[in-house]
């Protein structure tokens, strides 16, 4: 699964989406239930929310280098990102799609009308190996607040992240002990 750098649209980029290759998309399906199993939660039964603030404390925890559930063998940013995605897709009828920017590959999850994306992956793995604070729950949060409404211009795919910061930190990137 190609996984690059945050692609989201920037001025004068030339951009698009297209369907998520079948072959990923069924990755990703699998890669959820791995991902569900490792966290000991349900991706259909178990409240989205939850699921998500589960997902977060594992970065946290994988952050400042804590036992979490998911194996070291595993490329963690697929795991979570995957079960995250998933999770939009679930609670805001958001979609999976191969997002192209420059000619550049990604993947993302986009919401109905496309004003707002997320790169679950990209997302996650620069949160991992720059060790930032952690936004995935506030953020969906806060989209949960405004379920359904059109928050950005429709089509412009903005990335929801990039706009997403904690006013207090929940905690500091300093190892707990």
């Known amino acids: ?33 791995e991902a569900a199993a490792y966290l000991s939660v349900d991706p259909v039964r178990d409240i989205p929310a939850h699921i998500v603030e589960i997902i977060n404390e594992v970065i946290v925890k994988i952050v400042l280098e804590e036992p979490q559930p998911i194996p070291e063998s595993e490329e963690q940013d697929l795991v979570l990102g995957s079960l995250w995605g998933s999770q939009m897709v679930r609670e805001f009828g958001w979609s999976w799609v191969d997002f192209h920017v420059d000619g550049i590959l990604d993947v993302a999850v986009v ?67």
Request: aromatic letters at 8%; one cysteine or more.
């Open 1 to 33: 699964m190609p996984v690059i750098a945050d692609v989201s649209p920037k001025m004068n980029a030339s951009f698009h989406e297209s369907p998520t290759d079948p072959e990923r998309s069924r990755l990703i399906d699998v890669v959820t239930q």
């Open 111 to 177: 919401s109905p009308t496309r004003d707002m994306a997320i790169f679950p992956f990209t997302f996650i793995a620069d949160c991992l190996a720059k060790r930032c604070v952690c936004t995935v729950a506030l953020s969906f949060n806060m989209l949960l607040q405004r379920k359904g409404e059109i928050i950005f211009e429709p089509n412009s795919y903005d990335s929801v992240m990039t706009r997403i910061r904690h006013i207090v930190p929940p905690y500091t990137l300093e190892p707990r002990g």
